[in-house]
């Protein structure tokens, strides 16, 4: 496809285009409110507007975008698979929030740079396109901003969407305008989506849907720190404990609740899905006595709850319990978290059943009994006290749980392949 072939846009967007101009001199404010309610980076609100904080490294640049933190974890092994067949690349890595910031600096490559994604007015995009000037984008999930996709597109770049979703009521918002979204998606030389739905949606918009891709069902094993490990392990003893991750309200008063109620009371630890949250769920759960991992607060005897509201340490909390509950799954907003990073680490699941955003991968691990969907606050009890009762049933989620995990690596490889006639030749 070449780029003459997006430059007719629809009106629709371009009557976008047009307002995005007229509303770009008020980025910048915007920006900055967000940043003083530390939703943005402060020392690097430039790069939100197109201006880089950094320079081009010479030759072909590979440009990857996730929007934040679980879509640019996912996007690791895909990096990872791409530096390690073509170290020859450069690799530009964008995100738009400040914790998946943090994530990609941790874990990017050597060969990976990486800047906060430009705000989709005409002028950070054409500023940050012209510095770029990215040979090829990859683009996960659902994200589609009209002027990155047809800017980057009408410049040469050649565009890939992986690990693509679209939800029901995503399609529904977006066929009242289906020439525009048909205009972006067949911007795109390669469409990967994430399960047979969003395929079948992406195709009815006029995409070119080549295969499937799921980048969620793969990656590595999260990692922890085995000293700290051992030591939280150490003081915990014997006493059962109950863990739960990527909670929301007000799923921590329901475990709290639930685990009140087992007898003998197991330690209840906590890694809420937002860490920021930690003086609202401390609050919630008293009186019951309550140790803060982000204040170095010890766990004691008495210990009801261990809050562990601390960034980046899923990979130690999940290895302290048989089984975990994963939050987000009761509330059909938020439609569930990835189950695989539990998965990887051989933990079973509980979850709420309202899990749309992953309903392939918990079906399957349900199927394969890894994985328990409950459907409110009291089934939700009953199926904790359950497994802590029954330990060799929560060994055997267990498991089942990285036996599933570890057919999905095949994946890469097909998308590999599908990709590989995107990326520029070799020099020389």
């Known amino acids: ?171 529904r918002r977006w066929s009242a305008r289906p020439s525009a979204v048909k205009a972006m998606l067949q911007a795109f030389e390669l469409v990967l989506p994430q399960d047979a739905a969003t395929a079948a949606r992406l195709a009815r918009f006029g995409a070119n849907v080549s295969s499937r891709l799921n980048l969620k069902r793969l990656g590595a094993p999260l990692t922890c720190d085995p000293a700290e490990l051992a030591r939280l392990r150490a003081a915990i003893g014997a006493r059962p404990r109950l863990v739960a991750v990527s909670t929301h309200a007000p799923e921590e008063t329901w475990l709290a609740a639930a685990a009140d109620r087992i007898d003998p009371r197991p330690l209840l630890i906590i890694a809420p899905r937002h860490p920021d949250r930690a003086d609202e769920i401390a609050a919630k759960l008293a009186p019951r006595r309550l140790a803060r991992r982000s204040r170095g607060e010890p766990i004691e005897t008495d210990t009801d709850v261990y809050l562990a509201d601390s960034f980046g340490e899923l990979g130690l909390v999940l290895r302290l319990g048989p089984f975990a509950f994963i939050g987000g799954g009761f509330d059909p907003n938020l439609g569930g978290h990835n189950p695989l990073e539990a998965a990887r680490l051989g933990v079973g699941l509980v979850s709420g059943a309202q ?74």
């Open 1 to 171: 496809m070449s780029p003459a072939a997006t430059s007719a846009r629809p009106l629709s967007l371009t009557a976008y285009r047009i307002a995005a101009g007229l509303a770009a001199p008020l980025a910048r404010p915007l920006l900055e409110a967000r940043a003083r309610r530390g939703k943005e980076d402060f020392e690097r609100l430039g790069e939100r507007l197109g201006y880089a904080s950094a320079p081009r490294p010479a030759g072909a640049l590979v440009w990857l975008h996730a929007v934040s933190v679980g879509e640019s974890v996912s996007l690791l092994p895909l990096i990872d698979a791409i530096a390690a067949e073509r170290p020859d690349l450069a690799l530009l890595v964008t995100s738009g929030t400040r914790a998946s910031a943090r994530v990609l600096a941790e874990r990017l490559p050597s060969s990976a740079a990486h800047q906060y994604a430009p705000v989709d007015t005409p002028g950070a995009v054409a500023r940050f396109l012209a510095h770029w000037r990215p040979d090829v984008g990859i683009f996960v999930e659902s994200e589609l901003w009209p002027n990155l996709i047809l800017g980057a597109r009408a410049q040469g770049a050649r565009l890939a969407l992986v690990s693509a979703r679209m939800k029901e009521r995503s399609a």
């Open 355 to 428: 899990v749309a955003n992953h309903a392939e991968s918990f079906a399957e691990l349900a199927a394969a009994g890894a994985v328990r969907l409950v459907a409110d606050e009291r089934r939700l009890g009953v199926e904790l006290a359950a497994l802590l009762a029954d330990p060799a049933r929560a060994e055997a989620m267990a498991a089942a749980a990285r036996a599933y995990a570890d057919g999905q690596h095949d994946q890469m490889d097909r998308a590999l392949a599908l990709m590989r006639p995107l990326l520029p030749a070799p020099a020389g």
